[in-house]
Antibody
Framework: QVQLQESGPGLVKPSQTLSLTCTVS??????????WSWIRQPAGKGLEWIGR???????NYNPSLKSRVTISVDTSKNQFSLKLSSVTAADTAVYYC????????????WGQGTLVTVSS | SYVLTQPPSVSVAPGKTARITCGGN??????VHWYQQKPGQAPVLVIY???DRPSGIPERFSGSNSGNTATLTISRVEAGDEADYYC????????????FGGGTKLTVL
């Protein structure tokens, strides 16, 4: 059974870079045809997709966040990471990492989520 | 960019049938997935590829997709079904991305 766990600072200052890591257990991040994704959810609001990285390393990002987002993978540690630059209070949210399958992006596995607050 | 529209709320009495819609331009040509999210928890996949159920999801949950509307149907609603529900598609346009609907709060009366 695949499990995902987010980790990283819970508090980030405005204008700085938010950095989160997702550790995958129960399977190799480099095997299979999966899309490793980041999704966020501000308090009381809906889900917003941030972006994904494929097993091959190719990426796609939400057009509204593309200029500030980088997703990368470290196969040696079975982890993938999110960097979001120039953050503001609007980036305060619960951040989820997830695994999606096939081209239709069925998101079958989710991490538990981690709250990141942007505040000085 | 592609937009999915859900009603903010749906209310239903226990034992009745709840229908949650997800509207989008020609959504019938896309594959729609549905997630259930309870307070303080991560979303859970309840329907994928319009109408397939993952293992462990009760048969009371079903889905359909045609034209400009996809529908999640929950039969014989129970108190434990009260949650937020989100539809989702993959938009393979010039700037491909995952798109979520705004979510529907299902209230069991």
């Amino acid at each position: 059974q695949v499990q995902l766990q987010e980790s990283g600072p819970g508090l980030v200052k405005p204008s700085q870079t938010l950095s989160l890591t997702c550790t995958v257990s129960g399977g190799s991040i480099s095997s299979g045809s999966y899309y490793w994704s980041w999704i966020r959810q501000p308090a009381g609001k809906g889900l917003e997709w941030i972006g994904r990285i494929y097993t091959s390393g190719s990426t796609n990002y939400n057009p509204s966040l593309k200029s500030r987002v980088t997703i990368s993978v470290d196969t040696s540690k079975n982890q993938f990471s999110l960097k979001l630059s120039s953050v503001t209070a609007a980036d305060t949210a619960v951040y989820y990492c997830a695994r999606a399958e096939d081209t239709a992006m069925v998101i079958a596995y989710w991490g538990q989520g981690t709250l990141v607050t942007v505040s000085s | 960019s592609y937009v999915l529209t859900q009603p903010p709320s749906v209310s239903v009495a226990p034992g009745k049938t709840a229908r949650i819609t997800c509207g989008g331009n020609n959504i019938g040509s896309k594959s729609v997935h549905w997630y259930q999210q309870k307070p303080g928890q991560a979303p859970v996949l309840v329907i994928y590829y319009d109408s397939d159920r993952p293992s462990g999801i009760p048969e009371r949950f079903s889905g359909s997709n045609s034209g400009n509307t996809a529908t999640l149907t929950i039969s014989r609603v129970e108190a434990g079904d009260e949650a937020d529900y989100y539809c989702q598609v993959w938009d393979s346009s010039s700037d491909p991305s995952v798109v979520f609907g705004g979510g529907t709060k299902l209230t069991v009366l």
